[in-house]
């Protein structure tokens, strides 16, 4: 039935179906047996072109995307690195911004503007600190 479905003979199937693994075929599950394994070598956190120099290193002749693709059939994925943005730094009240006299006014930190003077409100406030008129 599926032979008509495909529009094939039924004995081409059969030749088909019976015939042994091509040397493509052959070749494609060493190297994913190959992949597999620098894969896991790697803890999992290797992606395909560093795979890739793996495998070279042993003696494959094979290409980067032939590596890529091979990962992709078995569903391998390297994990991406765990990048931290934002860390706080520990001297946070004594240095707010390096390299600029900072002050800390009000619950925020206050740099000087383009004129190198702070905002008034900000002298205002800097002023009634420095005479204890006003205590943040």
């Known amino acids: 039935m599926s032979c008509r479905a ?4 039924e004995s081409w199937f059969y030749k088909w179906h019976e015939r042994p ?10 190297l994913d047996v190959a992949v597999a394994m620098s894969f896991e ?6 992606g395909s072109p560093r795979v890739y120099d793996d495998l070279v290193e ?3 002749q094979v290409s ?3 590596v ?4 992709a059939r078995q569903g391998l994925v390297a994990r991406p690195k765990k990048r931290r943005k934002n860390l706080p730094r520990p001297d ?9 006299p900072a002050v800390f006014v009000g619950g925020f930190h206050a740099r000087p503007g383009r004129s190198g003077q702070h905002p008034p409100r900000v002298r205002k ?3 009634m600190s420095a005479s204890g008129l006003w205590n943040p």
């Open 21 to 30: 693994p091509t040397a493509r075929e052959e070749r494609r599950v060493l």
């Open 92 to 100: 946070k009240k004594k240095r707010p911004f390096p390299g600029s």
């Open 64 to 66: 980067v995307n032939t």
């Open 68 to 71: 890529a693709e091979s990962m």
């Open 58 to 60: 042993e003696g494959w």
């Open 6 to 9: 495909l529009d094939v003979s």
């Open 41 to 46: 070598a790697s803890g999992g956190s290797y």
């Open 125 to 127: 406030a800097i002023a």
